[in-house]
């Protein structure tokens, strides 16, 4: 099993940081690789037209890998809501169907398809667990003939509750509907195999789990999904854009596959060197160890707030990298604060507090946390 990585990060041994859900700290290797690219704009002389190029198709390709996914179906995105609305614009959907998204799931996946239900009519129908054994038991009651989109996540990102994305897929194959979904709080944590989900749409931010910088991301289009509309209509995305000097020969036809959605301006010197170097560390660790680590990480920290009388997501429900914990009522409104005064840093959402450890953490890190929590609670 992976041991603390803390050492491959800039971070003060009195801070005690739980809050991958939030967003990540850089790793040390992305912070010298953003560096460099950043000056790299200070001699614009030396960036030739393979710079516009290379850098692009490298963080392509690697998540490919991490996904188990083909480099041509991979896009570049600046957000999730941007790859998101690029799906919604390319999901069919029958007048007097349904949309079918979570309660409470994250707004990037939800307000396009608010738009296409006011634009077409269509009906919005929200899940939320209640009394059924899993969130993953509550979709499938719900996904039937009338349902036209999934949209969904791998992880509900206010409490950590898991979907089985698998059975989601094959009752999608069923009865015709597209699965489109928002992989932000589980890619690069969770092991998530493209092959066998086989997602229409799927996009993810790399600020988070991917351990990447903001403003950067990834659309994944099935083969099928590939010959839709982009949100823009981009120089470099066209045929033969590499010849510069003939690129005021317009055309109609695209590069094959998903590049036709990259976003513009996507050749980001100063930002994509750090999108791959934190590929690269997660690609050596492996995303099955890191699920292992963060597994074993969080199991620990469950049978300790479990004996605090907390009430956390069941673990046979929640996702091995993601720890929920109910916020009780009389500490909901300073809880947060007094923890952060002792430099322990977690984040609350929907009246759920999000413990999210990571790599970076140690065994003190998490001593200390239930130290400081049970003089409070």
């Known amino acids: 099993m992976l041991s603390s990585q803390r050492h491959l990060f800039n971070i003060p041994q009195e801070v005690v940081y739980l809050n991958t859900a939030y967003m990540s700290p850089f790793l040390n290797s992305v912070v010298e690789a953003i560096d460099k690219g950043v000056r790299s704009k200070a001699h614009p002389w030396k960036i030739t037209i393979s710079n516009f190029y290379e850098d692009i198709e490298k963080a392509r390709t690697l998540f490919s890998e991490l996904i188990n996914s083909n480099p041509e179906n991979i896009a570049i995105i600046p957000s999730a809501s941007y790859g998101i609305q690029i799906a919604a614009n390319n999901v069919k959907i029958e007048a007097g169907k349904k949309i079918l998204i979570l309660k409470d799931q994250f707004p990037s996946n939800v307000y396009p398809w608010q738009r296409i239900s006011q634009e077409t009519g269509c009906h919005i129908v929200r899940i939320e667990q209640g009394n059924f054994e899993s969130l993953t038991d509550a979709i499938l009651n719900n996904l039937d003939e009338t349902v036209s989109v999934a949209a969904l996540p791998n992880v509900l990102w206010t409490n950590g ?154 673990e046979k429900q929640r996702a091995p990298h993601f720890l929920g914990v109910k916020i009780p009522n009389d500490f909901r409104n300073d809880l947060l604060s007094k923890l952060s005064e002792k430099n322990i840093h977690l984040s609350e959402r929907g009246g759920t507090i999000r413990i999210t450890p990571h790599l970076w953490n140690t065994q003190e890190d998490f001593e200390k946390f239930i130290y400081e929590l049970k003089k409070l609670i």
Do not use: H
Not at 251 to 264: K, L, P, V
């Open 161 to 314: 509750s898991l979907i089985d994305l698998i059975q989601i897929r094959s009752r999608c194959d069923q009865i015709g509907c597209a699965l489109v979904l928002d992989l932000t709080q589980s890619a690069g944590a969770v092991w998530t195999d493209f092959k066998n989900i086989r997602p229409d749409f799927a996009v993810v931010a790399n600020y988070k789990w991917m351990l990447g910088p903001y403003t950067t991301g990834f659309l994944y289009a099935s083969p099928d999904r590939c010959e839709g509309m982009p949100l823009e209509e981009g120089w470099i995305t066209r045929k033969d854009s590499k010849n510069f000097s003939n690129l005021v020969k317009y055309t109609d036809n695209y590069e094959i596959g998903a590049i036709r959605y990259d976003m513009g301006e996507r050749s980001n010197f100063a930002l994509m060197p750090g999108v791959i170097a934190a590929l690269e560390q997660i690609k050596l660790w492996e995303i099955k160890n890191i699920e292992q680590k963060l597994f074993s990480q969080n199991r620990f920290l469950g049978k300790k707030l479990t004996g605090l009388g907390l009430e956390i997501t069941d």
